[in-house]
């Protein structure tokens, strides 16, 4: 009897990309059909394998003897690519699997993406891969390429051109055509390409699968990637892990920003941390280096294939070298906006770059002035002269138009070589137009060549993304500041109820809130506020009422005893007027809180990636700013230093303008217990929303002054 084969994330696709034999299910004699043409190309591009085509009318396909089924074929072969209309394609499968076939590639559409049928159908291929342990890509997909072995599994009019250079690029695409006009581009661009894979419906192998195969594929050493959606949280942060240990650089293009523009959930931790704002948390934790367009994708994937791996800053300095003031002044500007910074080289570099270039600008940028245009040795003292600095981890040469003038480009491509000779393993990109012959040329030197300013800036500042998270911890690996989660013991009805009821439970989980009572009459409301001293703070306690400030909820600062019966009246007055559906079952009494810096600190369940933390500037000010960090939860205390660090606001926290210095220890162990929290008990919360969470002076402390608790869904409610 068959079992469930649990194959590890990525194994299996060396059948997809370097199969030996391949089959073609569904194979034609026509050429513009899908299963003529992955015939037609493996025969024009010369796979040395041997090739069966499977049709029914057995005969001969395209000069070559076919077969009725895969049982009829002499041998069994490694990969059997699949084209016949949706209705047959389970039975293939099935005849596949039978005969001990290791993976299959289904070009058919008709699936999920056609409905309920469909899905049933998707879904039962899936069973038969599992079962089977047979890799599955597809089905509704454009299939593969393994370039070097010519192995193609693909219908792609992108190869009707011709199949492109080997080389050390692999593209991974859950859209078929956004990866196979990825891979065109690329190769007019003049990368070599390793691979080629497009998930589609993804059965079986998904869009983490294909990274992680490519991670540890020895042909490939840049990966990029265009990515829909993801279906497997834990599979995609293991599948980053592998490219990051394997120092692969994985750069991303996430399509598709959702949430946007739909209405604010009910804590303003829902309204902050959107599902594209938690994707880029998850690609930035798991160190891939995320591009907004195809372009950028195109960008830093050519550098990094230029560059290699080991030679990508670990810091965002940046020297700008132009024989223009005015071109310097837009880099400037240009790198800036993407967060690079541009120190001033030492003062040995400047006399340096004078002695060569006597009327040369030489801070930074440095303006060498059009004299280095007259003599190569000039303009290689200057570059010698920066390259040497320790300033900056990388340097941009910018020229509008030395590469397509023959007697500047001699002059610069003399320069540039005699100084890659002597600095190797020096980051020097260069901002250029130049002839694909001559880009050709300083590539194969080792220089990166960005024809945009603003593209050259923002493809630096990807490689920095890159080059810091090697100091990032492991994702896969967290900090052992923490303990493992496990699921929580059931909360109290009381915790979703109210803010008192939140606050509760969440100081049970070690996050400090003030002295406060939930009265129920007013003479209640005195006595507990001549317990707790004056002045006090007043709330109103309703499951009903999420926002308090917003019904008039809140009585800050009351000072005594008679100002409190008065405030207590006129605040149920003033509910009860703007919320009169609202049911009121007390008031809460609260010590009035001592000055300090106001967070906001909360978590979300993603629907992919589970509950996610997140701290920023709070207060009323928290959806204006939107200054905020996330992670997926839980964060060791490290970690959640990392994020209140990783905030513009955080110089308030530090003391900004002679502020004092704000407890951020106590801040971080409240972020760190409220991700575990949240961990623990994500099947029966969805959000947790503390606003504001009061940063104190250092030592004093950090107290959660406001919570709401929201449950997860019951299944059948609506949201």
């Known amino acids: 009897m068959d079992v469930d084969v649990d194959l590890a994330v990525g194994r299996g696709l060396e059948a997809v990309f370097r199969p030996r034999s391949i089959a073609i299910y569904g194979a034609s ?29 057995a005969g001969t396909v395209q000069s070559l003897p076919a077969f009725a089924s895969v049982a009829a074929l002499p041998e069994t072969p490694e990969l059997v690519v699949v084209a016949v209309p949706p209705e047959s394609v389970l039975d293939a499968v099935k005849d596949c699997a039978s005969r001990g076939v290791r993976a299959a590639v289904i070009l058919s559409a008709g699936f999920s993406e056609m409905g309920e049928e469909g899905s049933r159908l998707q879904a039962e291929i899936g069973r038969v891969a599992k079962r089977s342990g047979m890799r599955i890509v597809g089905p509704n997909c454009l299939g593969a390429v393994g370039v070097p072995d010519k192995a193609i599994a693909t219908f792609s009019v992108a190869l009707e051109s011709g199949l492109p250079e080997a080389g050390q690029v692999g593209i991974v695409s859950q859209s078929g055509n956004l990866g196979s006009f990825t891979m065109r581009l690329a190769a007019e661009r003049g990368m070599g390409i390793s691979r080629l894979l497009t998930t589609g419906n993804e059965c079986d192998v998904d869009i983490a699968d294909a990274i992680a195969s490519l991670a540890s594929d020895a042909d490939t050493h840049v990966i990029l990637c265009c990515m829909e959606t993801c279906r497997n949280a834990s599979k995609l942060r293991q599948a980053m892990a592998m490219a990051r240990a394997a120092r692969k650089p994985l750069v991303v293009l996430k399509v598709g920003v959702s949430e946007a523009g739909s209405a604010a959930a009910a804590s303003h931790t829902g309204a902050l941390a959107g599902s594209d704002a938690v994707f880029d948390a998850v690609l930035r934790q798991g160190g891939a280096i995320r591009v907004p367009s195809i372009e950028q994708l195109l960008e830093v994937g050519h550098a990094i294939s230029v560059l290699g791996s080991e030679r990508l800053p670990r810091r965002n300095t940046v020297a700008v070298l132009t024989a223009s003031g005015g071109f310097g002044v837009l880099l400037a500007d240009a790198a800036s906006a993407q967060g690079l910074a541009l120190p001033a080289l030492t003062l040995e570099t400047q006399q340096r770059i004078t002695q060569a270039v006597p009327f ?267 200054d905020i960090a996330l992670q997926v939860a839980p964060v060791s205390e490290a970690q959640a230093l990392d994020m209140l660090r990783s905030l513009k606001s955080f110089p308030l926290l530090d003391g900004a303008r002679g502020r004092p210095k704000a407890d951020v220890a106590a801040a971080a162990r409240a972020v760190a217990a409220l991700s575990q929290f949240a961990a623990r008990h994500a099947d029966a919360i969805s959000e947790i929303d503390v606003n504001p969470l009061v940063v104190l002076d250092a030592g004093r402390g950090a107290f959660a002054l406001d919570a709401l608790l929201v449950p997860e869904p019951t299944k059948g409610s609506k949201p």
């Open 360 to 626: 040369a600008s030489p801070a930074n940028p440095v303006d060498m002035t059009v004299q280095v245009s007259s003599r190569p040795e000039v303009l290689a003292k200057v570059l010698n002269a920066v390259a040497e600095d320790p300033t900056c981890d990388a340097l941009i040469l910018q020229s509008a138009n030395a590469f397509h003038l023959p007697r500047l480009r001699d002059v610069f491509l003399a320069a540039l070589e005699q100084v890659r000779a002597d600095y190797p393993r020096r980051l020097i990109l260069l901002c250029c137009r130049a002839p694909a012959e001559v880009r050709a040329k300083l590539n194969a030197m080792g220089y990166p060549t960005v024809e945009g300013i603003d593209a050259a800036c923002a493809t630096l500042a990807a490689l920095v993304r890159f080059g810091s998270s090697a100091d990032l911890p492991s994702p896969a690996e967290p900090d052992a500041g923490f303990a493992q989660t496990r699921p929580g013991d059931a909360l109290a009805p009381e915790a979703f109820a109210s803010e008192a009821g939140a606050k509760a439970a969440l100081a049970a989980a070690s996050i400090p809130i003030l002295k406060e009572v939930v009265a129920a009459t007013r003479d209640a409301a005195a006595a507990a506020a001549r317990d707790i001293g004056f002045p006090v703070v007043l709330k109103i306690v309703s499951p009903d009422i999420a926002h308090k400030t917003e019904v008039g909820g809140v009585v800050v600062g009351v000072p005594s005893e008679a100002a409190l019966c008065e405030q207590y009246d006129a605040m149920l007055d003033r509910v009860r007027q703007k919320a009169p559906q609202a049911r009121i079952t007390g008031v809460l009494v609260a010590q009035m809180a001592p000055a300090g810096t106001e967070l906001i600190l909360g978590s979300k369940k993603d629907p992919v990636f589970g509950p996610v933390v997140m701290v920023g500037l709070g207060g009323i000010f928290a959806e204006v700013f939107r």
């Open 29 to 57: 004699e026509d050429v513009t059909k899908i299963g003529g043409r992955p015939l037609q190309f493996l025969r024009r591009f010369g796979y040395a394998g041997a090739i069966y085509p499977i049709n029914r009318k």
